[in-house]
């Protein structure tokens, strides 16, 4: 039932409201918004007009303007005050229609894709049709066996309505090679997840959207997984900001279930948002992860396919996905398929704390001593003055960046020398501009770590050892 069918008659009277003012007075606390949520909502539009109908019907209901019914019903003189101060209030059209943007966004823009999706997914799934069609995608695509399992499991868990966001894992599809087919799979898999049947739907959809949108760059951005079960970023980490600069909360995102939405005129508030992702890009997910590994993707390397009708491979892979078993035990599953995805980064504070701590630079701080021996002889060889060798000294991160660079690379991320020197020895002393460590002060405290690393433990005491105690 619309709204026009169900609360249209506005008439009233000072013994009897309208239908919608009868029905606003039976919810607690008596609100609008409770009512239209059981009606069926096509757009925003329609709804944002109904709301401002909505709200205008009970401040201009005769019932409750009525003295008899506000001196018996305080209720009801709580609800027609708040009424009229809604609709005269200034700017009261943009006030309305931004109230009814967040209950579209709460209640209502999901509601079509969930219709979609039920009607796609609520049949018995059949083995037979699952193993024909994954069968004949592998050897279109020539997917390896890991690949298939990524697959399946990204499949399983996005055709959950509420699935568990911790054991969420977005879909990496990338290829230096062109024309292997990875926009089209991951529209199609993401337009079939979304409850779409056919190629030309699935061209139509607005299932592509990009970082800025996804990790809501602007003040007003809402991420399109608010709406959509399975969203496409194409091409997502080319151009703009360096992913290292982002990295931690594009992390955060892929295993949340939320997000703060703000709407114009209107409030901030949270709304549910699935983060099943599929990634399409011309370089290696490398490129990409500023970690020391990356657990939350799964990377498939595209080859070219063998040439398939569109509406063919819309069957073959609603077949797949709607037919996909679930394996029981889903934590299991996520730690089995875990993916080891080596970042060209490939670095963590701790990688670079234990080359700072190991002997390898001891001894580069010994060649260094030994060359600013070798300075200071000249220096004195030529009636110069020399500093003390307990007085060298060498630059802060430029001497610690110098040594890892041939087995670090830390381009992307280049504070992490840094922290990593602050963690192992401390802060640096400053004069100036200038930070720097004193050699021997770092020789002191790597010996001491490594004299205590390398020494042999302590003897377990045994029975024998104790009848040699003097007590």
């Not at 670095?347 to 190991?358: M, Q, R």
Request: hydrophobic fraction near 35%.
């Amino acid at each position: 039932m619309n709204y026009n069918e169900k609360y249209g008659d506005t008439s009233s009277t000072t013994a009897q409201p309208c239908a919608l003012v009868a029905d606003v007075l039976k919810k607690m606390p008596p609100d609008v918004e409770p009512l239209l949520a059981d009606i069926d909502f096509s757009s925003a539009d329609e709804l944002a007009e109904a709301y401002s109908r909505a709200w205008h019907a009970v401040a201009g209901d005769k019932y409750l303007a009525s003295k008899d019914t506000q001196r018996d019903f305080p209720l009801a003189r709580i609800v027609y005050k708040r009424a009229n101060s809604i609709c005269s209030a200034a700017e009261s059209v943009k006030k309305l229609r931004a109230a009814a943007d967040g209950m579209w966004i709460r209640n209502f823009e999901k509601m079509e894709v969930k219709k979609r999706r039920n009607a796609v997914f609520s049949g018995e799934k059949s083995t037979a049709v699952y193993l024909s069609a994954k069968s004949e995608i592998e050897r279109i695509y020539r997917f390896s066996a890991l690949d298939m399992e990524y697959l399946r499991y990204f499949v399983c868990q996005a055709r959950k309505d509420d699935p568990d966001p911790a054991l969420c894992r977005s879909l990496y599809m990338w290829s230096a090679e062109k024309m292997t087919g990875k926009t089209t799979v991951a529209r199609i898999v993401a337009g079939i997840l979304n409850g779409l049947v056919t190629w030309r739907e699935i061209q139509r959809a607005q299932i592509m959207s990009d970082i800025p949108t996804e990790l809501q760059f602007e003040r007003f951005a809402r991420p399109k997984g608010t709406r959509y079960a399975c969203v496409v970023m194409d091409e997502a980490f080319t151009g703009g900001k360096s992913t290292a600069k982002y990295y931690g909360k594009f992390k955060a995102a892929l295993t949340s279930d939320s997000c703060q939405v703000e709407v114009k005129n209107g409030e901030r508030f949270d709304v549910p948002c699935w983060r099943n992702y599929i990634f399409t890009s011309n370089d290696d997910i490398s490129t990409i992860v500023a970690d020391e590994s990356e657990r939350r993707i799964f990377a498939i390397q595209m080859q070219r396919p063998e040439q398939t009708d569109y509406e063919r491979l819309v069957e073959l892979w609603r077949d797949y996905i709607v037919n996909a078993p679930e394996e029981p035990d889903t934590a299991k599953w996520y730690r089995d398929t875990m993916p080891q995805v080596k970042g060209e980064v490939g670095v963590t504070i701790d990688d670079l704390v234990s080359a700072f701590t190991s002997p390898d630079f001891l001894s580069e701080l010994e060649r260094y001593e030994a060359e600013c021996n070798q300075r200071v002889q000249a220096a004195l060889a030529n009636g110069m003055q020399a500093v003390s060798v307990n007085r060298y000294q060498v630059s802060f991160p430029r001497f610690f960046s110098n040594f890892i660079t041939a087995s670090f690379d830390v381009r992307k991320n280049p504070n992490i020398v840094k922290e990593a020197v602050v963690r192992a020895f401390g802060e640096p002393r400053s004069s100036g501009n200038r930070k720097y460590y004193n050699v021997k002060d770092l020789k002191n405290a790597l010996e001491g770590d490594l004299k205590e690393n390398n020494d042999p433990p302590a003897a377990d005491y045994t029975q024998d050892n104790e009848m040699e105690l003097p007590y």
